[in-house]
């Protein structure tokens, strides 16, 4: 591999053109080919900063079949950039078929950092940074949303999710009856652009607020959780306590199942609702 070129992963800006790194434009100026995401939006993002290398189509419809190609390219000496069409490639973005095949054959792969919605959001949505799990999208079906969602319940990491738009008021209030109103939460909307939008609060509030305002419900958006606080003493159920639950939602819909338990019991009536949909995996009523 000593004289094949080498495959430079370049991230791009989430929004603000400013955002690019002096060495992300120097490398796109000078390899011989970009290999784009969507070619049209990175002709523009090049246009602006005076850059007329050529672009050619690498997404997730063809990446798998190109990797040869990219590997002749490579073979013959050409340097080459990997884009997407915001943010870090890879990161819910296309660009693993490439990386790794290519990886395994030994080729010369090179990181460009730079801006990630991911990154971006957590360094200014005030919840806890020293752990965190990203989910990236959620299912688009609702059960397949709520049944990830369920699953995630218990998780102690800060998690992070990409959503669009249209789904976006759907799934906070899906995670507000999930992780229960109280969960605190993040939405950072349309980052480094004109109508940027940081709000960090309980979810219920967060279903609440854009909710109420449909202009919430537009643009780019990424949605982080605060993890599962440590499980309090009205929290945590005993093995009676979880019998109860499985004996009253065989004949009951979870919600009031798990009302009658907390009555029961004095604990949390969310401890049962989220240990309900454990069982199920799924949305139990
Ligand atoms: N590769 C990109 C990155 O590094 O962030 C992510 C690409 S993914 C297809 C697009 C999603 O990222 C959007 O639906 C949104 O959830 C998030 N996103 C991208 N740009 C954003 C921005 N400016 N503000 C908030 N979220 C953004």
Not at 46 to 69: F, M, Q, W
Request: charged share 25%.
């Amino acid at each position: 591999m000593e004289s094949s070129g080498t495959l430079y992963i370049v991230a791009t800006p989430i929004g603000n053109v400013a955002d690019i790194s002096e060495r992300a434009r120097q490398t796109l100026a000078e390899v011989d080919r970009i290999l784009a995401e969507d070619t049209r939006t990175t002709r523009k993002l090049l246009e602006h900063y005076g850059i007329k290398t050529p672009c050619d189509a690498v997404h997730d419809h063809n990446e798998r079949d190109k990797v040869s190609l990219i590997a002749q390219w490579l073979q013959s000496g050409q340097n080459l950039a990997l884009v997407s069409d915001a943010g870090t490639p890879l990161i819910s973005d296309p660009g693993y078929h490439v990386v790794s095949s290519l990886r395994q054959q030994g080729f010369h792969i090179v990181p460009i950092p730079g801006p990630s919605a991911l990154t971006a959001a957590l360094s200014v949505c005030g919840l806890a940074t020293d752990r965190f799990c990203f989910e990236g999208f959620l299912s688009s079906k609702s059960a397949g949303r709520r049944q990830r969602l369920s699953l995630l319940a218990r998780e102690k990491r800060t998690l992070v999710f990409y959503e669009a738009p249209h789904r976006l008021l759907a799934s906070i209030e899906d995670m507000s009856e999930i992780f229960g109103p109280e969960r605190e939460a993040s939405l950072c909307r349309e980052l480094t652009k004109t109508f940027e939008t940081i709000w960090t609060g309980p979810l219920s509030q967060l279903a609440a607020f854009v909710g109420a305002d449909t202009n919430q419900q537009r643009g780019e958006a990424v949605i982080l959780v605060a993890g599962e606080a440590s499980a309090s003493k009205q929290d945590s159920l005993s093995q009676d306590d979880e019998h109860l639950l499985e004996i009253l939602v065989a004949e009951l819909p979870l919600k009031k199942a798990s009302v009658l338990a907390a009555k029961y019991t004095g604990k949390a009536k969310q401890a049962f609702y989220q240990y309900g949909l454990s069982l199920s995996g799924d949305d139990a009523g």
